[in-house]
């Protein structure tokens, strides 16, 4: 109890006190995880409502207006802007959306059809790279007659966007966010309790590299320079990765 | 003869069509909504640091500063500047938040039905800027879960959490 309590009296000192409590208004722009349905481009931000896409016009920083909504199928998840097209990814699709056209209205590039292509349904996170789309499909066992199926990440060509093509498959446990740092994919898997790692020097053919980054659940992650950010239920770990033979890990706060 | 089957097929479906539904429930152990009240909801401020993470959600990385969504109550702020000793540095409370991003000084986050900013300026003394309210489809069964659980009744608030029920009865099934 007296350990809380000094704990809590540090963290009121530091709350008080600390010039870190100030946010730069010219400061870098940052950037979110791979799961998350916000995204901002420019003076507009998109925001994914369970069968829409909203569209704020953000001129205004403080006085945000809604704009455009744009129907979709139920079940958007998540969204990732990646050199003026959104990528959405939703529980029967991934969606790829021109934002650069009119960007105060987007409209569909394409989709394709997850269910068609594997016979289920259920998927997360996109990043983007080049020409290619990097998105992982999580299945939960015994759920909506989905026995047996199998959660994946899968790749698709993205050099003609009305018609994304798959170019690979590799199967998962319980996948979860993904990011890139030069040639390596790294993917959260709650099922193996780790950060896989793929060499995504051929996008056609990703090689697994067995660098295996222990993390229980690990749920999301960022990548900033040298610097891997990963989050679990209830903590995060921090992971220097400027050598990814050899990552190391710099903390795990769990408070 | 010729005209009683359809009597008889329309009485049928008349009398199914009028009767009172047997309500069907699904038993087991199941989850229910923790609600907050309308006047509490729209309190978005500064806290202290917590000391713990309950469940998260969206991260943010704004060059040294680490945000961490913990769902339905608001946003952890870290500064990661010494990757040796991260400091917990405040704690914005957004009721019913599920999501949310940055850009320059302001977080705009969804909180129950509603789309709000906030100007993080001063970590410590954020303040609403904005609101649209009404724009934002909430869930109304809990995340990553599949079970039974209590159907929300939106008279009583806004859905803040869900918590284990004591009931063995629901009229509510989630399925993922």
Redesign the interface.
């Known amino acids: 109890m007296k350990h ?1 309590i000094a ?2 009296l540090f ?2 000192l ?3 006190c ?1 010039k ?6 010219d ?7 791979s ?6 481009q420019g003076n507009y ?1 998109y ?1 994914l ?2 069968n829409e896409v ?1 569209t ?1 016009d ?1 001129t205004n ?4 207006r ?1 704009v455009h909504r744009l129907s979709t199928d139920y079940g958007l998840e998540t969204i990732v802007i990646y050199e003026g097209t959104a990528f959405l990814g939703s529980t029967t699709s991934l969606y790829l959306l021109d934002i650069t056209t009119h960007p105060e209205a987007p409209g569909i590039i394409s989709t394709t059809n997850r269910v068609e292509l594997l016979g289920f349904s ?1 998927c997360d996170p996109v990043v983007v790279k080049g020409d290619y789309a990097y998105s992982t499909i999580k299945v ?1 066992a015994n ?2 007659g989905s026995i047996g199926a199998e959660s994946a990440l899968l790749i698709y060509d993205i050099s003609d966007q009305s018609r994304p093509i798959l170019v690979d498959q590799r199967q998962m446990n319980i996948p979860n966010g993904l990011g890139y740092k030069d040639n390596y994919l790294m993917v959260c898997d709650e099922g193996t309790d780790a950060v896989e790692v793929f060499d995504i020097t051929d996008p056609h053919s990703l090689v697994d590299t067995e660098i295996f980054i222990p993390v229980t659940d690990p ?4 990548i ?1 320079g040298n ?1 891997m ?1 990963v ?6 770990y ?1 992971f ?1 990765i400027q050598d990814v033979q050899h990552v190391k890990q ?2 795990v ?3 | 003869m010729r005209f009683l089957f359809p009597v008889v097929l329309f009485m049928a479906v008349w009398s199914a069509a009028c009767e009172k539904a047997e309500p069907s429930f699904y038993g087991g152990r199941g989850k229910r909504p923790v609600y907050v009240a309308p006047d509490d909801l729209k309190v978005i401020k500064s806290e202290p640091p917590r000391n713990q993470i309950s469940e998260s959600g969206t991260i943010f990385l704004k060059d040294t500063l680490f945000f961490i969504l913990d769902r339905y109550q608001g946003v952890h702020v870290f500064s990661i500047r010494d990757t040796a000793h991260t400091t917990n540095l405040a704690f914005i409370s957004i009721p019913a938040c599920l999501d949310f991003t940055v850009d320059g000084n302001y977080l705009y986050a969804d909180s129950w039905r509603d789309l709000v900013v906030v100007d993080i300026t001063q970590l410590n003394a954020v303040r609403e800027t904005g609101r649209l309210t009404g724009v934002i489809q909430p869930p109304l069964y809990p995340l990553h879960y599949s079970g039974p659980f209590e159907c929300v009744d939106e008279q009583k608030g806004a859905v803040a959490g869900w918590e284990d029920s004591p009931e063995d009865r629901f009229q509510c099934f989630s399925g993922n």
């Open positions: 809380l704990f809590l963290g009121v530091l709350f008080s600390t870190d409590a100030e946010i730069a208004a400061g870098p722009a940052g950037q979110s995880g799961v998350t349905r916000f995204a901002i931000m925001v409502n369970m909203q704020y953000i920083r403080d006085q945000p809604l259920h939960i759920v909506c749920q999301d992650l960022i900033s610097r950010i989050s679990a239920p209830t903590s995060f921090l220097d710099l903390a706060i769990s408070r």
